[in-house]
Every structure is written in C-alpha cells, then in structure tokens.
C-alpha cells in the first residue's frame, strides 16, 4: 500500500470525524445554548457548518484527487 492511498485513507478518517463532530457540536448548541440564546438556530447551523462541514468537503475532495492520482499510476 502506497503513502498516497495511507494518507487519502487518512483524510477520508478525518472527513468523518469533522461530519460526526458537526452532528455532536450542534447537538450541544440545540441543547444547552440555543434555549439561552438570543440568535436564531440556523445562526448556529451555518456558523457549524462552516467550521466543520466545510473543511470535511475539503478534505473528503483532496483525499479523492488523491486516490485518482494513485491509481492512474
């Protein structure tokens, strides 16, 4: 198994956990912050999302650029 196909395994392992991360953060914002909160809760949505959803579509694209190189070669 080549370092290539290690490290887009490994960035598919991190886009999972970002997306698991997202389901659990929101949970707790739903929870325990939004019934406090002024802001409305598509505010916490969109600001998750953005810390985590984004950077999971980030590394789940690179991780397939990744797998394609690999197995052109």
């Given at each position: 198994?080549?370092?290539?196909?290690?490290?887009?395994?490994?960035?598919?392992?991190?886009?999972?956990?970002?997306?698991?991360?997202?389901?659990?953060r929101?949970?707790?914002?739903?929870?325990?912050?939004?019934?406090?909160?002024?802001?409305?809760?598509?505010?916490?949505?969109?600001?998750?999302?953005?810390?985590m959803?984004?950077?999971?579509?980030?590394?789940?694209?690179?991780?397939?650029?990744?797998?394609?190189?690999?197995?052109?070669?």
């Open positions: 198994m080549s370092k290539r196909r290690v490290f887009a395994a490994f960035l598919y392992v991190i886009a999972i956990i970002l997306v698991v991360g997202f389901g659990f929101l949970w707790i914002d739903y929870t325990v912050h939004y019934p406090y909160g002024s802001a409305p809760f598509y505010l916490y949505v969109i600001e998750r999302a953005i810390d959803l984004i950077p999971a579509a980030i590394c789940f694209a690179v991780g397939i650029a990744i797998k394609r190189r690999t197995v052109k070669k």
